[in-house]
Structure formats: C-alpha cells, structure tokens
C-alpha cells in the first residue's frame, strides 16, 4: 500500500505531461483530455484504495519521499481524484462547444488537460506531505499548475485575472514559506532535523517560543490565506473563477481552495499552543471573511461571480473552524472541505450547462429565457445544500462548525457563522429564482438536452456525502486526532 502514495502523484503527473507534450502532434489534438482523464481515474483508485486502507487501520508511508497518509490526506485524493475526473469530462464536453463557435482553438485544450492533472498531482501530493518544505512546493505548484488554466481564452480579461491569482498567490505563498522558516527555526533546538517532519511538530507545541510561533502562525495565516480567499487578499478568486473554462473551474473551486486550508491544518496547532492569540487572530479573520463574502456575493450579476464570493465566504467556515481547535474544530473544518468541493463543483457545473446554452452567466441575460428544467432544479439542489439544509452535506459541516466554535468559547463567531449560512440561503436562492424560475417573456421552445454524467454523479456523491454524515464524521475525528498528535 506504500506504493501507492507514490502513484497517487506519479500517475496524474505523467498524465498531464502526456497532454502537454501531445498538444505539439496535431493528429493527437482531437484526443485532448483522455490521457489526463485516464490519469485521474487511476489516481481515484488509488485514492479509493489508500481511503480503505486507512479505514482499516492502516498507517502508509514511504519514508524517502516524505510521505505519510491519515484519513484527512486519504480524503482529500479522494476528493481532488473524483473532481479532476469530473472537471476533465465536463471540460472536454464544454470546450468542444467553445472551438466551434470560434472562442477556443483546438491546440488549447491539450494545455487545459495537462495542467488539470498536474494540479491533482499537485493537490495529492499536499495532502500526503510529511516535510515542511515538500509541503511548501506542493501547495506552490497548485498555484502554477492553474495559472494557464485561468488564462485559457487569452482575452484581456483573462490575463488580467491569471495575472492578479499568480501575483496575489505569489506573496501570499512567499509570506507562507517565511512563516515555516520561522516555524523551523523555533522547532529546530528542540526537534533537530525532525523539525522539518509535520509528524515530528506536533508534539512540541508547548515548547516553542510564545513570540516566535506567535510570528510564524501570523505569517502562515496570512499567506496560506491568501491562497485560501481569506479577506482582505481574496480579490483574485472571483476574477479567476468568472474567467476559468466550464469545468475546470469545477475542480478548481472545489478542491483549489482547499489546498492551503490542509497545509494550514497541518501546522497551525503545534503553533496555537505556544501562542493562543493566534486562534482569535484566525477567528476574526475568518468571521470576516465569511461575512463579507456572502454580502458580495448579493451584489453579483454573473453567477461565475456570485459562486466566487459564495466560495469566499464558505473558506471562512474552514478558518472559523481550525480557529476553534481540537478534535471537534479540524474534525468539522474536514467535513466542510468535503461538502463546500462537492457542492460548489455542482454548482458550477450547473451554471457551465447555462453559459454553454446561452453563452452568457450574467442573471439579467438569463432571466426569462428558456431553460431545460433539470439546469435550474439543479442548481436549486445545490443552493440549498450549500445554504445547510438537512440532509445534505454542509448541513452537517455547519452544525459541527457552530458546535465546535461554540463550544471552544467563541459563541459570537458562532452566531456570524448562523447569520451567514441564513444569508447564503438567501443569496444563492434569489440568484436561482431571478435566473431560471421566470417564464420566457415571449414563449420559445425549451432546449431539450439530458442532464451529462458529469451532474448526475455529482448530485449522487452530494447525496452520499450527507446520508452518511456518522462515518465521514468518524472517519474524519481520527483525522483530527493524527493531526493534533503526530502531524500528518
């Protein structure tokens, strides 16, 4: 089973550079995506393998390279693997769409597919890190790994967007890497070498310097949550999501975000029981964050955007929730990661089937023009998850994330993070109504096009997510319990 901590990020990688070098055979043009496709599918093999292995008790590492595997790092490959599956198959329908109409050239898509299943390599391989550094170069090579992605149809906009995510990433990640120095330096009199091994730490919490882990945590707050969306550096995340290709902004805004929260996972908790000021530092931040995201959110008229201060706000769960601590707090922060990725890729792919039928997200141009059905009650189903409305899946991250800030002192938090969710209800149903509920101002036939696989077997993964909230939740406590005690 060691092995396949190794192929969880070999196998995609070797895809995506397939595609890359492919993109220079035009005979090989047409093919774009399935080499990435079929690397995605064996990393969610993989992936479903180590999550078993996990279950039972099992403890994979691969010593050499830095790796080790708990059930947070266990799910989330499973979750990047099932989104870049999904993300790649809707791409592949979608863009074929956009070459026709002229908007996208086909020796483009070889690059999109290629650098998809280098993010999932990218993503996997932060989610088993074991190393300081490793962990470092992995959550950066997500951020390059996107950056053509989001430029994709090299217009104005688009350049701009990639521009503004490489540039705002970039000091986030440079302010990130500072604050694992620095993390290194208090650990290392203590820890020797093994201050570099998250699985080393976490048990040296208490020993650190108050002021140095103190500097450290702001450093790694403020740089990892750039890269998370954390206000005031957010700006970068709905310019990317309005601009990114249908699909792939599907798994890049169900697993992109989530990256850095992980990374944050890993070494914020030996740093908060040196310096407890760090969690209200978090805590505040993130109250913030989800606070002004859903208000923006209600300002928008394109549903790309919308979606992308939704995501916004919705970080701030995580961040309110590893604010919080101990097992309760990373256990629900876990939980939300999985049920914010499902829900928010539904969401988009909802809205890529509006954008391929219309050729427009904006609400005001939508509104009144006829939709197939299944496009709006889609999105309805995925509004309402993502607003916590039982049983759906963030209807139990939520509960865990109001319990576990509630009950780590912070019952003020707790009602901003209940005010938002009604908030979020709110917006994202509006938003629905205004787009898909209002009857064609003069007739016109209804487009008949059956729901793609894609949406179905997302509708079916949300479901599953929360009709199953008792084993995620055990699954994911064990998780919390690694973390806390070994690291990773």
Request: net charge positive.
């Amino acid at each position: 089973m060691n092995g396949v901590l190794v192929a969880l990020i070999l196998l995609p990688a070797a895809a995506g550079l397939v595609e890359l070098l492919a993109a220079r055979l035009p005979s090989w043009q047409r093919f774009a995506g399935l080499c990435a496709l079929a690397g995605a599918a064996a990393s969610f093999v993989c992936a479903a393998l180590l999550t078993a292995s996990v279950a039972a008790g099992g403890h994979p590492f691969v010593a050499g390279a830095y790796l080790r595997a708990d059930s947070l790092g266990a799910l989330v490959a499973l979750l990047a693997s099932f989104l870049t599956l999904v993300g790649i198959a809707a791409a592949r329908r979608h863009l074929g769409a956009d070459v026709s109409a002229g908007r996208a050239r086909t020796e483009w898509l070889p690059v999109l597919h290629g650098c998809s299943a280098l993010f999932l390599a990218a993503a996997n391989w932060t989610a088993l890190a074991d190393h300081v550094i490793v962990l470092y170069i992995a959550v950066e090579a997500t951020t390059l790994a996107t950056v053509l992605p989001v430029a994709f149809y090299r217009q104005r906009t688009s350049w701009e967007a990639a521009y503004k995510y490489l540039l705002l990433n970039t000091i986030g990640l440079t302010a990130g890497l500072l604050g694992l120095a620095v993390l290194y330096a208090a650990a290392e009199p203590v820890l020797g070498a093994e201050a570099l091994r998250l699985s080393g730490l976490a048990s040296v919490g208490r020993l650190l310097p108050p002021l140095t882990a103190a500097l450290a945590g702001a450093l790694l707050i403020g740089g990892f949550g750039t890269k998370a969306g954390l206000v005031p550096l957010h700006g970068w995340l709905p310019d990317a999501y309005q601009v990114s290709p249908p699909g792939f902004v599907a798994l890049f805004s169900g697993i992109g975000t989530k990256i850095p929260m992980v990374a944050l996972a890993r070494v914020l908790p030996p740093l908060t029981a040196a310096a407890p000021g760090l969690s209200l530092l978090l805590l505040v931040a993130a109250a913030v964050t989800t606070l002004f995201g859903i208000l923006a959110a209600f300002r928008q008229d394109d549903l790309r955007r919308l979606l992308g201060y939704s995501s916004v706000s919705q970080m701030g769960y995580i961040a309110m929730a590893l604010a919080a601590g101990g097992t309760a707090g990373l256990g629900a922060a876990a939980y939300h990661i999985v049920s914010h990725g499902l829900i928010k890729a539904l969401l988009f792919l909802a809205v890529g089937e509006v954008v391929l039928l219309t050729g427009t997200a904006r609400i005001s141009e939508v509104s009144g023009r006829p939709l197939p059905p299944q496009v709006g009650w889609t999105f309805l189903l995925a509004s309402l998850g993502l607003g916590g409305v039982p049983p759906l899946p963030a209807f139990w991250s939520k509960f865990q994330v109001f319990t576990a800030v509630a009950g780590a002192g912070y019952g003020w938090a707790a009602g901003v993070a209940v005010l938002t969710s009604l908030l979020t209800i709110t917006t994202l149903v509006w938003a629905g109504a205004r787009a898909f509920l209002l009857k064609p101002a003069h007739g016109g036939a209804v487009p008949s096009a059956a729901p793609p696989w894609t949406v179905g077997l997302l509708i079916l993964a949300v479901l599953a997510a929360g009709l199953f909230p008792a084993w995620i939740s055990g699954f994911l406590a064990s998780a919390a319990s690694a973390v806390l005690t070994k690291g990773v």
